[in-house]
């Protein structure tokens, strides 16, 4: 397992857990795979297969496991990932959304399921000001975007 952080991100897999491992740090900069380990003889995945995935994206550990087909991914839990740019917003959207799914409000699903929300590392400076008018009105722009835009949101 990397060493690292003290709460790490556990991402229960039916069988895709390093192919979403390699996704990922494929994906974000800062970012490698750890240690590979594989089910041993007698336990209760087939001897040889990957067992878990240790890996990092922006100095974040995780850990992904092949578990099975028992549990799945539900949008109660996703990551966000607040972008600087919009060029920023527009790559992680598109790269995070290859095979899977969008949805309201900045938040996607990705192959593996896994959600995330791809927002504006300013999101809550514009939610949060003074003028609570134009905090509403970026609120209702913002309910009718599927990928977030920046300056849509700050002039509204």
């Known amino acids: ?34 240690k590979v380990a594989r089910y041993p003889e007698g336990s209760p995945g087939t001897a040889g297969s990957v ?17 099975g087909p028992h549990f799945k991914f539900t949008e109660a839990v996703s990551f966000m990932i607040e972008c600087e740019t919009q060029d920023e917003i527009d790559y992680y959207w598109e790269r995070l959304l290859e095979g899977g799914k969008a949805d309201q409000c900045g938040w996607l699903k990705d192959r593996f399921g896994l959600s995330w929300q791809v927002v504006p590392a300013n999101i809550d400076r514009i939610f949060s000001g003074k003028d609570s008018a134009k905090a509403q009105r970026a609120m209702q722009a913002m309910l009718k975007m599927i990928k977030l ?3 849509e949101l700050e002039n509204a």
């Open 51 to 67: 067992m878990t995935v240790a890996f990092q994206i922006e100095g974040q550990d995780f850990l992904a496991l092949n578990g």
């Open 149 to 151: 835009n920046i300056e």
């Open 1 to 34: 397992m990397i060493k690292g952080n003290k709460i790490k991100p556990f991402l229960w897999f039916e069988h895709q857990a390093e192919d979403a491992a390699k996704f990922y740090t494929s994906t974000f900069k800062n970012s490698k795979i750890g």
